[in-house]
């Protein structure tokens, strides 16, 4: 066996005591293994934002256009003029979109635009209730799904995807 200098001891010591602390191999919370349900649950949460960032295009538009399309509920706490509200779905649809492509390729920063624009989209449906209620109500469903989706979708898993 070949002589080891003191550096290889300091070194060996080192990497055994960040392995004790859970940096290295055997149960640190970066090498913990990914879920396949969240692998698949990021990739359909991305596909998701873009397909509901596009019908939020589709739904903005009509809004724009043609804003007696959706007929308001009397007597609602909150109020908002239609055609504003269309502004606001054309806005986070197209960011929606570019989000979800993103979240596609792994990217970081991505996700955390993606979870941010998801959850003020969730507030903006719960607004958007006295207009289409269903339809409101499946997308706030929808969002608290993609937002566990990319929270449960980790930076390694990302790599190696």
Do not use: C
Request: glycine share 12%.
């Amino acid at each position: 066996m070949a002589d080891r200098t003191s550096t290889d001891w300091d070194q060996a010591e080192r990497l055994d005591r960040r392995d004790r602390a859970g940096q290295m191999g055997g149960g640190g919370r970066g090498d913990r293994e990914v879920s396949g349900w969240a692998v698949g649950g990021a990739v359909f949460a991305a596909v998701l934002m873009m397909i509901a960032g596009v019908f939020q295009v589709i739904a903005g538009i009509t809004a724009i256009v043609k804003d007696k399309f959706f007929v308001s509920t009397p007597n609602y706490l909150l109020t908002f003029d239609v055609s504003r509200w269309g502004w606001i779905h054309l806005a986070f649809g197209a960011l929606l979109v570019v989000a979800g492509f993103f979240v596609l390729r792994g990217n970081v920063w991505a996700r955390a635009v993606g979870i941010a624009l998801v959850g003020l989209s969730a507030i903006a449906n719960f607004l958007f209730i006295p207009y289409y209620p269903f339809w409101a109500l499946l997308i706030i469903a929808l969002d608290i799904w993609v937002i566990w989706a990319l929270t449960s979708y980790g930076r390694r898993a990302a790599a190696t995807y």
